[in-house]
């Protein structure tokens, strides 16, 4: 069913590029290669997608932006994916042709969808680890919708003494190592997790003990806005190939 859901969003993404390509006129193509260039420069995405929708084949009038972006940098997570699509913007082509800057003077609300593997999420938490000079953290993930499955192997010297006080009656030698199952969430641009299962060295925590972890730590990061973006994350939805995030 999520793998059905996901394949929905990358194809009406796609038709509605197939459909504005169509309906774009030669005056579109060098705007088009101008936003491209603005949002390279911007985004640090070598590998971005721009279409425009013009009023009629011969009007200077944008009926719709669609932009599509590979490997985007966001905060510490790198996404395979991005979408935007913004209804009626109105671009400043002075900013955009001299300065190579996109500046939207008017827009609505834009449409934005972000797609990023369980790979780029363990390479996130692994930048995290090392960003609180953490060393020998093993963490693998797999999504279960609705799940993130992770296994882990963690030194006790490198988890929080607050955690490690927590932990102490499930700690035995000189690490931690297990299982855990949970849910992921986004608000506000923020992200949650919250338990469902978790073994540690082959005790099953409490669930009064995972309650006490989440209030402790969530949210538990930020979603960094993409600029020269505008937007709000508050949804996320755990899919068979990516965590799939949304305004």
């Not at 009038?61 to 985007?72: D, F, G, S, T, Y």
């Not at 955009?96 to 369980?118: E, N």
């Not at 490690?164 to 190592?177: A, H, P, T, Y």
């Not at 730590?217 to 190939?241: A, G, H, R």
Request: with cysteine; glycine share 4%; net charge positive.
């Amino acid at each position: 069913m999520m793998s059905r859901v996901f394949h929905q969003c990358l194809l009406t993404v796609w038709f509605s590029f197939i459909a504005i390509a169509q309906q774009t006129s030669p005056n579109a193509k060098g705007l088009e290669g101008d936003i491209a260039s603005a949002l390279i420069s911007a985004t640090g995405c070598k590998n971005l997608v721009v279409q425009l929708s013009m009023k009629g084949t011969s009007s200077n009038v944008i009926e719709r932006l669609a932009l599509k972006l590979e490997n985007v940098p966001i905060g510490q997570l790198v996404a395979e994916y991005m979408t935007v699509v913004y209804d009626s913007p109105v671009i400043d082509l002075k900013r955009l042709q001299k300065d190579k800057v996109l500046l939207l003077t008017s827009r609505g609300k834009p449409r934005v969808g972000i797609f990023a593997s369980a790979a780029s999420l363990e390479n996130y938490l692994h930048k995290k680890a090392e960003q609180f000079n953490k060393k020998n953290v093993r963490i693998r993930l797999k999504f279960t919708p609705p799940y993130v499955e992770c296994t882990y192997d963690v030194p006790k010297s490198e988890i929080a003494s607050e955690s490690v006080d927590l932990l102490k009656k499930f700690i035995r030698g000189d690490k931690i190592e297990g299982y855990a199952a949970f849910r992921m969430d986004a608000k506000a641009n923020a992200l949650y997790a919250s338990s469902s299962k978790v073994i540690t060295n082959h005790f099953l925590l409490p669930n009064g003990l995972l309650h006490i972890f989440e209030s402790k730590f969530n949210p538990f990061d930020e979603i960094v806005v993409v600029k020269p973006f505008d937007y709000t994350i508050e949804n996320l939805t755990v899919q068979p190939k990516y965590i799939y995030m949304s305004n």
